[in-house]
């Protein structure tokens, strides 16, 4: 039997606003503010799923392909929360409540859309004043697996899910 998998939904970044948001981290915080997560790293987690055995990924996978949703455009623009999107929000509302019908402990904490920088962040440090506007728009969410190893966390890509084309 295969060893259970650490799987989430996310959304991918397009590569340009990784580098963006990389460059802004760099000229906005101290060096020392915690490990940065590496740009290609960056992510829009929608569902968390945990230690997932390949039966209950199956199932997961099959639901989240029954999913129909337009696309949408999603605004990056504050350091602290980031402007609503419809689309965004009812994803992953749906994709929590498949995760907790098949048995994924979901945190009852609203769902702040959010993407990590820092990791392991040794105190606070002040957060800086925004002044950026990333707007992308978003086709697809992907199914990633979490991976640890040589000291270095990896996420791959087992699944992408396209949205349906807006009319
Ligand atoms: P974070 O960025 O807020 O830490 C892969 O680890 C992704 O899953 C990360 O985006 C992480 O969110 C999220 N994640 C990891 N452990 C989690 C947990 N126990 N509950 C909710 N989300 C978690």
């Known amino acids: 039997m295969s060893e259970p998998k650490r799987l989430f939904f996310a959304l991918e970044l397009p590569s340009a606003v990784q580098k963006q948001i990389v460059q802004w981290r760099a000229t ?3 060096e020392d503010a915690g490990r940065p997560v590496a740009a290609d790293n ?5 569902a968390f799923l945990g230690e997932v055995s390949a039966e209950k990924q199956r199932a997961l996978a099959a639901l989240a392909g029954r999913l129909r949703q337009p696309g949408f455009t999603l605004t990056l623009d504050d350091a602290g929360q980031w402007l609503r999107s419809r689309g965004l929000l009812q994803l992953a509302s749906m ?12 945190s009852p904490q609203p769902f702040h859309p959010h993407i990590t920088l820092w990791r392991d962040a040794r105190q ?25 190893s040589r000291g270095r966390t990896r996420y791959t890509a087992l699944e992408r899910y396209p949205f349906d084309k807006e009319s």
Do not use: D, K, M
């Not at 440090?125 to 640890?148: D, H, K």
């Open 124 to 148: 606070a440090v002040p957060i800086p004043a925004p002044g950026f506007r990333w707007t992308f728009p978003v086709n697809e969410f992907v199914l990633y697996e979490s991976s640890f």
């Open 95 to 106: 994709l929590r409540a498949q995760a907790a019908r098949s048995g994924c402990y979901q």
């Open 28 to 30: 906005h915080f101290p």
């Open 42 to 46: 960056l992510h829009l987690t929608l």
